[in-house]
């Protein structure tokens, strides 16, 4: 049986009283936080907090779900969600080797609102709004902008251009948070999708499940089951996001068959170690989502007190790998800037290679060998 959503305690919030509303997820969207005041109501800010907001507003918008302000700590300026949620004075200065659209995303944009940079698949940025806008976004040039609401109209010449490219075979559905969709919009877009032939894969991008998981509803769920094979691409970085609420809302998604991923990006202060990306992980698999990426965190205007050096993913992914279930461990990730695509990286497992052997490093610091076959027995047992 499906379990309802958890009802909330919100003694001593300012939504006192309001607990049927809460589970609304339109009642959490239209009660977002926008402002210090309202922020200030839920968090003891910090005068550098205080300072940061207004000089943060023409950079990058302000908004979070009542129920995601709910996870942060009332007064530690380092809790992980905290973080996410509270603009920081460093967001107003532009570091070397920044861009504006550091996945290079403008130069493929190849019908309004489509991105075609990889070969069988496509990108479409199908609303500009979100629940929460994350302190340490990638899109940040364009996410929160208008807050246009996806419509038919918007999707149209997208689609028009993913139906005569045979050659796309997946089309990804992001923002925004793709979930921002209202259900007849998004019925409406993947049932379009569903009917191009060559479309196998229909991926939606969200961070719903963390940040406003009453938006998986069974209404919302039916319809992305409806439209199989869905792969939803969420987005968790901490474990203190892996709520009761947000495992109402994984188990009503996976019981229909829609499969879950996670891509978690690498934060400096909020998950870069070993063990608060092992955590995470371990409560998302117990969730049945796969921990897919940990993304290193692209080059975007203003996040430098976000990322992280890149031997610090190599050292969390090599405390993990063989130390526990390989289920828990995600594939590091770069997204090269300048639109250049996707590489992963692995510590150096491989010592040295000579002839036909390869010694390896194993993760107890033991040195082990592999042959390769013997080519000249592979011919003659080939004849
Ligand atoms: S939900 Fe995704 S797109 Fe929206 S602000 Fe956060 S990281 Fe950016």
Redesign the pocket.
């Known amino acids: 049986m499906l379990r309802p959503h958890p009802a909330p305690s919100l003694s001593g919030t300012p939504w006192v009283g309001l607990e049927d509303q809460f589970s609304d997820w339109a009642w959490q969207v239209k009660n977002r936080i926008t402002t210090l005041d309202g922020l200030g109501r839920v968090l003891e800010l910090t005068a550098e907090d205080r300072a940061a907001f207004d000089v943060c507003a023409p950079v990058f918008r302000f908004a979070v779900t009542p129920y995601y302000l709910l996870l942060a700590d009332r007064v530690d300026p380092s809790c992980p969600v905290r973080r996410q949620i509270v603009p920081q004075p460093e967001e107003r200065t532009v570091r070397l080797g920044e861009r504006a659209d550091p996945l290079g995303e403008e130069s493929f944009e190849a019908a309004p609102n489509l991105i075609h940079r990889y070969p069988d698949r496509a990108l479409l940025l199908a609303t500009d709004r979100?629940?929460?806008?994350?302190r340490?976004?990638?899109?940040?040039r364009i996410?929160?902008r208008t807050e246009r609401q996806g419509t038919k109209a918007l999707f149209a010449a997208a689609l028009d251009y993913v139906r005569v490219h045979p050659e796309i075979k997946e089309l990804i559905v992001?923002?925004?948070?793709a979930l921002m969709l209202g259900d007849q919009v998004l019925d409406d877009l993947l049932g379009q999708l569903r009917g191009i032939d060559h479309i196998e894969i229909i991926r939606v991008?969200?961070?719903m499940p963390v940040?406003c998981p009453m938006r998986i509803d069974d209404r919302l769920a039916d319809t992305l089951a409806r439209h199989k094979p869905v792969y939803v691409m969420t987005?968790f970085n901490h474990a203190k996001e892996c709520t009761e609420a947000a495992a109402v809302a994984l188990d009503r998604l996976v019981d229909r068959g829609v499969v879950v991923y996670n891509q978690t990006?690498l934060l400096r202060g909020i998950n870069d170690d070993a063990r608060a990306i092992e955590e995470l992980n371990r409560r998302l698999v117990s969730m049945r989502v796969t921990p897919y990426y940990l993304h290193q965190c692209d080059l975007a205007e203003g996040i430098e007190h976000f990322r992280t050096p890149l031997a610090k993913g190599l050292e969390i992914i090599d405390r993990l790998r063989g130390h526990v279930s390989g289920l828990l461990v995600p594939q590091l990730c770069v997204d090269v800037p300048g639109g250049l695509g996707k590489v992963t990286l692995v510590p150096e497992w491989i010592v040295e290679r000579e002839g036909r052997v390869t010694r390896f490093r194993t993760y107890t610091g033991a040195i082990g060998e592999y042959w390769d076959p013997d080519p000249v027995d592979s011919l003659i047992s080939g004849a």
Do not use: K
Not at 136 to 140: K, P, V
């Open positions: 979100c629940p929460i806008y994350c340490f976004c990638t899109r940040r996410v929160g992001s923002g925004g948070d991008a969200t961070r940040t987005h990006v």
